[in-house]
């Protein structure tokens, strides 16, 4: 049986380059690692996986039992990029984790205003909590908006939406005294663009969302 040595050469080439890179990808892990202990006081562990990033990162999470992924979103712009066009958009929907996701461009300027967006949510529901424990610890303003699309409404909508409102407003500041709410009934053709102008309207620090599992197109609000 004759063998192709020409293969053989090949394939020990691209294990040793890729060997290379992964050596490579290890020591930057480690470099990273030891620049951020000296920066501050949190316990830095570091992993490596092989496959693809989506997969990765999931599998990873629940190997270390995490409970919050955080995630940059290098390359997208604007809510609806980061919604539906990101590989963070891939996790959060495949996740029962909380995912905080980091625009590439934004700058840390405290936490005063938080907005919470939604036209599913219930005030008793308990993903709410870590966003309110987050504003009480630094006294920030949580903003509810229960959105309704102008392009789609009906009398059933606004009823619905009203109802969300009045929840918001009777449930959450006698359950939370400690909390600052502000709630506003939101209208619009585009659920990304009426947010984007909220945010920008009112300084807005942290936007949060939960996901549903229904429809791709609805699962975000």
Partial sequence: MAVDTTFSA????LDEYNNSIAADIRDQLKNLQQTIEKKTTVKITSKFYKGGIRDSILKCAVDEKSDLIVM?????SGIERILW?????????????PVLAIPNEAEWKGL????FATRHFEADDKTLIPILKLAQLKAALVHVAVFTDTDDK???DYLEHGRLLNAYQQTLPARYKDVKFKTEHLEGKEFEDTIEQYIKGYDIDMLA???HKRSFWDRYV
């Fill in 112 to 115: 005063k205003n938080i907005l």
């Fill in 72 to 76: 940059g979103t290098r390359g997208a």
């Fill in 209 to 211: 969302m939960t996901t």
């Fill in 10 to 13: 090949r394939r020990a080439f």
């Fill in 85 to 97: 066009g990101s590989t963070t958009a891939g996790i959060i929907g495949d996740t029962t984790i």
């Fill in 154 to 156: 009906d009398l059933g």
